[in-house]
Nanobody, 127 residues
Framework: QVHLVESGGGLVQAGGSLRLSCAAS????????MGWFRQAPGKEREFVAA????????RYASSVKGRFTISRDNAKNTVYLQMNSLKPEDTAVYYC????????????????????WGQGTQVTVSS
């Protein structure tokens, strides 16, 4: 059984930084893609970033590119989302997810493609 646990959310002022963590267990994730999504009140869940665990290849939503960085720690089975230069519009519940979809040439970016989800962590950016 795959288990994902997010942590690191909180309240931060605009321009500040946060680092989210997603601890994964239950499988060997070397064949998986790990993704971060977010959902703001009244809006649909949207893709933020993803990393192919085996290759380290990454992909970002245009709204966060250059500000957010996704990475993984193989020894800890943990994926991180470093968020810099935060804006009020980044306020949302952030979810970690995983899927076996994804290759060197293709990174899943829709929530339907992901099979397992964490419980989410709240990020609030004040202006």
């Amino acid at each position: 059984q795959v288990h994902l646990v997010e942590s690191g959310g909180g309240l931060v002022q605009a321009g500040g930084s946060l680092r989210l963590s997603c601890a994964a267990s239950g499988r060997t994730f070397s064949s998986y893609t790990m993704g971060w999504f977010r959902q703001a009140p009244g809006k649909e869940r949207e893709f933020v970033a993803a990393i192919i665990w085996s290759s380290g290849r990454t992909r970002y939503a245009s709204s966060v590119k250059g500000r957010f960085t996704i990475s993984r720690d193989n020894a800890k089975n943990t994926v991180y989302l470093q968020m810099n230069s935060l804006k009020p519009e980044d306020t949302a519940v952030y979810y970690c997810a995983t899927t076996m979809a994804g290759t060197y040439y293709y990174t899943p970016t829709t929530s339907d493609e992901y099979d397992y989800w964490g419980q989410g962590t709240q990020v609030t950016v004040s202006s």
